[in-house]
């Protein structure tokens, strides 16, 4: 809710600042306590990514930083952010991981 305060006041380096460092604190703490929490509990979840998954996040951190590294911002860059946004999510909509497909019904 601050980013979008700080983008409303044309705050842009305070609001990148918060947004990109939400995004931070989310992969180096939130993920990892996912994972261990996990294991405690006995569920299967490791951070081995697949083909796909690290191309999505290394395309996402690169198209990231290229909007980012000149501090200012437009309606053209938000609207390729949501679009790629929406790609990606239709990317793992429709991708097909052979590690958890479930036994169809008929397929045996």
Known sequence: ??????????????????AVGSATQIGVL?????????????????LNFNEFE???LFVSVLLTALMVQDGTSNW?????????????????????????QLDEPGSR
């Not at 809710?1 to 918060?18: T, Y």
């Not at 939130?30 to 490791?46: K, Q, S, T």
Request: charged fraction near 15%; proline fraction near 3%.
């Open 30 to 46: 939130v993920v990892p306590f996912c994972v261990v929490l996990a294991w405690i509990m006995g569920r299967p979840l490791d």
């Open 54 to 56: 690290g191309l999505v």
């Open 1 to 18: 809710a601050s980013a979008l305060i700080f983008a409303v006041k044309n705050r842009m380096e305070i609001s990148l600042g918060v």
């Open 76 to 100: 053209l860059k938000g609207a390729l952010m949501m679009v790629t946004y929406i790609f990606v999510a239709a990317g793992f909509w429709v991708h097909k991981d052979a590690l958890l």
